[in-house]
């Protein structure tokens, strides 16, 4: 399973995520580009904020922290550059899986919208084609909302905080796991009334400690960006900062392993902006690209200038603890309680994220809204069971997972490109 998750994962998927960016960089890129008025135009509406909120609480991670240390130390400070461009070519795919999810939801007896890559999938490809493949991604993805969004995060989670705060970590896990629960037995609407309130907390918490970092130590920005451009050119950085970007959202689990869980392209974030109220699959695509912007181009770039500026060696193995070591080199003893709260923070969202996609999953499945009702008591046995014992093989089972996601959905995106390249058309051609 090793050896086929690392030809999947390490091969043959970077090079499907990477043509399929450019191509629909050249197929719609030049479209938005041409017609910002109509882009600023569709980021507005509440409802498609809330979506934006739900698929970000399972894209933000521990990855924003150690992924990007990681891709420093493979590559040096030109590892940086590339992962700008690897996001220019993700936000592409976001936008395009978004529009097909838009374009192939279904309504329930209530009037809630339902959506995702297994009904695009399943339109896509057609027949019992479809059908078939539709069914094994929505299975996949159940999976993956056990694994890499219960057990590994819940993992991630305890680690730091038994580790700074003496927590134990069966307390940690109950509590997340608990929480998460409770929330979506109220339903999805809570589910996003929660991640609306995490996800800005987070994100300003970690910003906010990443620029008291670049305030203090100001006079070395420029020589970390000049770093940057001038080392973004050899073969070492290009792939090390493409690695780093693939493999970002599996480091912000806390393991510095080659996890390719690139969101953009997995085809999880569609089921998400699915449920947003937009009479265009275009707009709210373009929510879908300054997901990316958020997650990689803002947060990454923060933290990548943080780790540059503060002066530590960057060397070793990398990860969590670079990152630590860097943001302690210059906040001092604040660091390491700062980041742990983070990565708890982190964690819960994306448990409480992926088990809604996991609910999806079920719902597409069984076809039974009450079959949802099991996501309940698999959250909180996950999280503890992640928490108390997380065994390594589920990292490998979750590369192989998360791979054949992913290229399910970018081929079933590339089949399905003229619809894209259609609503594209309309929206932001449209007098």
């Avoid at 001038?230 to 480091?251: E, M």
């Avoid at 869980?261 to 690209?289: L, R």
């Avoid at 014992?389 to 192989?400: F, H, K, R, S």
Wanted: aromatic share 8%.
């Amino acid at each position: 399973m090793e050896r086929i998750g690392s030809v999947l994962s390490g091969v043959l998927l970077p090079l499907l995520l990477c043509g399929a960016g450019v191509y629909f960089l050249f197929a719609v890129g030049g479209k938005i580009l041409r017609h910002p008025r109509r882009a600023l135009g569709a980021i507005r509406g509440k409802s498609a904020a809330r979506a934006l909120a739900v698929a970000l609480a399972g894209t933000l991670g521990v990855g924003n922290i150690a992924g990007v240390a990681t891709a420093i130390v493979l590559g040096g400070a030109g590892a940086v550059f590339w992962m700008w461009v690897s996001a220019c070519l993700a936000m592409l795919l976001k936008y395009a899986e978004i529009v097909l999810a838009l374009r192939t939801r279904r309504y329930d007896a209530s009037g809630r919208a339902h959506g995702g890559a297994m009904l695009y999938i399943k339109e896509g490809f057609g027949g019992r084609l479809g059908k078939g493949l539709a069914a094994a991604f929505a299975v996949l993805c159940l999976l993956c909302s056990f694994t890499l969004g219960g057990v590994i995060q819940s993992s991630a989670a305890a680690e730091a905080m038994s580790g700074v705060f003496h927590m134990p970590p069966l307390a940690v896990g109950i509590g997340i796991g608990g929480l998460a629960a409770v929330i979506l037995a109220r339903g999805s609407a809570k589910v996003e009334n929660a991640c609306i309130a995490i996800v800005p907390f987070v994100c300003v918490l970690f910003s906010v400690a990443s620029a008291a970092v670049l305030v203090l130590r100001r006079e070395a920005i420029p020589d970390a960006l000049s770093a940057i451009f001038k080392g973004a050119f050899s073969w070492k950085s290009g792939g090390a900062g493409a690695l780093g970007f693939l493999t970002a959202r599996s480091l912000r689990y806390g393991v510095a392993r080659g996890l390719v869980s690139n969101e953009a392209g997995c085809g999880t974030a569609p089921i998400a902006h699915a449920a947003a109220e937009t009479k265009s699959p275009a707009a709210q695509g373009v929510w879908g690209m300054i997901e990316v912007f958020v997650d990689t181009v803002l947060l990454c770039t923060m933290t990548a200038l943080a780790i540059l500026v503060s002066g530590v060696p960057l060397v070793g193995e990398g990860g969590t603890m670079l990152a630590i070591n860097a943001f302690g080199a210059v906040l001092g003893e604040i660091a390491a309680p700062t980041l742990s709260l983070s990565i708890l923070i982190f964690a819960f969202a994306t448990v409480l994220c992926w088990s809604h996609y996991g609910s999806e999953c079920l719902l597409y499945l069984t076809g039974k809204a009450r079959a949802t009702k099991w996501m309940i008591p698999a959250v909180l046995v996950c999280s503890v069971v992640g928490a108390v014992a997380a065994p390594a093989l589920l990292w490998e089972l979750t590369d192989l997972i998360i791979a054949l996601m992913a290229i399910l959905n970018i081929s079933t995106l590339l089949v399905s490109r003229r619809a894209v390249i259609e609503e594209t058309r309309h929206y932001f051609e449209s007098v």
